[in-house]
C-alpha cells in the first residue's frame, strides 16, 4: 500500500471547514431497534435517535434525547394523504419518505475529503452517494416543493474532480422506481435498490454487475417495522408493514465482525438470515469487518467507509474481490494507516446517504480514521 501525506491538502480542508464551525450540522440516526442484534449489550449514544438530525446515522456521542415528531403546522397543502414532518420526513400513502439538501459547502469537504484519501493511500477511490427514498415519488404535487435528489447529485458530481470516482446511481435507481427500491416504515433502501447502486458502481470501474437474478434471494421478515415509527410516533405508522428481503452472494464467503461491543464474531456468510432486520447486513454496524471471497482474485482489495446504507451494498461486492474490510468511523478507533500496512489496497469505496455526504459530521468522522482533526 502506498501510503502519502499532503499536509498542504490537509490544511485546504481545515481552512475549509474552518468557517463553518459555528453552523455545524450534525447527522443523526438509526432506530434504537435497529442498531443491536437481539441480547447485545447497548452500544453508548445509540439509544438516543434523533430525527430532527436528519437522516444520516447516530454519531457515538452528543446526541440530545429523542422527541416525538408532529407534523409542521404551516406544511404546504399537498393532499390528504401527505402530512410533513420537520427535516424532511413526510407521510404519504402507506409509508414515511426521507429527503434531502444541497449544501455545496458541506459537499466539497466530502469531497475533499475522499481527494485526501486518494492522496494518502494512493489506490483508487469511489464515492457512492446513495439518493433516499422521496426520489421514488411521481406526483407532481410532491416533487414540485421538495429537492430533486437527481439535481443534487448532480451538482455534486463535479465537486470530486477527475481524481475521485463518482458512479452516480440516481439514474439507475430511477429507471427502476417501481420496484421494491427503499423500506416503508425506514430510513434505509432494501438490498434490492441497494443491488442498482452496485451494478453502477461495477460498471463504472470496468466489472459486469452479477445480474439480479443470479442471487439466492430469501425473504427473512413479511413484516417488519423500522426505524420511522420511533421518529414520528404517529399511530398510522404501524399499519406500514415492509419485507427485508436478502440476495445472497454467489460465492463462498467468510466474515470476521470486530463487534462494536468488544466481542469478535466468525460467520460463513457476510447476511445473517436469522437477525430478520436490517442489521442482516453485514451483522449491523462495528468498527471493523473482514470479508474473504476465496474463490476471488486475491489481489483485488478494497475497503469501505460507511454508513448503514453500506450495510446492504457491501454483500454485492463479494462478486469481485478477495478481501473486503469494512470500517464504520462512529466506531473505530485507531489510525487506518496503521490497521492497513499489511494490504495491497486497490479500491476504496465510501458509501453514504446523500444527507449524510452534504453534512459536516462525516468527513470529520473519515477523516478522524486517518489521523486528521476537522475542526
Known sequence: MNIRKSISFAAAILLAA?????????EGGDSPADNLPPDTPSQSGLEADTPGYGIGDTLPQDVPDVTVLTPVDNAPEV??????????LFIYGDAVYTQSYFYEEYAKIYAQMTQYYKQLFGCRVSAVVAPLSSMTIDNPKITSIIPSQKDILDQ???LFGDTVNFPNPYEKLAAHKNEYLFFRTDHHWTQRGAYYAYAAFAESVGFTPTPLENFERVVINDSYSGSMYEWTKDERV???????????????????????????????????????????YLYGDHPFITITVPDNPQDRVCLVLKDSFGNAFVPFLCEHYGTILVVD????????????????????IFVNNVEAANSIAWPKLFMGCVGVTLP
Open 18 to 26: 474552518s468557517s463553518m464551525v459555528s453552523c455545524l450540522r450534525t
Open 79 to 88: 393532499d390528504a394523504n401527505a402530512d410533513f414532518y420537520p427535516d424532511g
Open 156 to 158: 455534486m458530481a463535479p
Open 238 to 280: 404501524k399499519g406500514f408493514h415492509d419485507t427485508i428481503e436478502v440476495f445472497h452472494p454467489t460465492k463462498s464467503v467468510q466474515m470476521h465482525v470486530e463487534a462494536s461491543w468488544g466481542e469478535e464474531l466468525d460467520f460463513d456468510s457476510c447476511i445473517v438470515d436469522d437477525v430478520g432486520t436490517y442489521i442482516a
Open 329 to 348: 468511523p462512529r466506531f473505530f478507533e485507531g489510525v487506518l494507516t496503521d490497521r492497513l500496512w499489511a494490504y495491497n489496497l486497490t479500491d476504496i
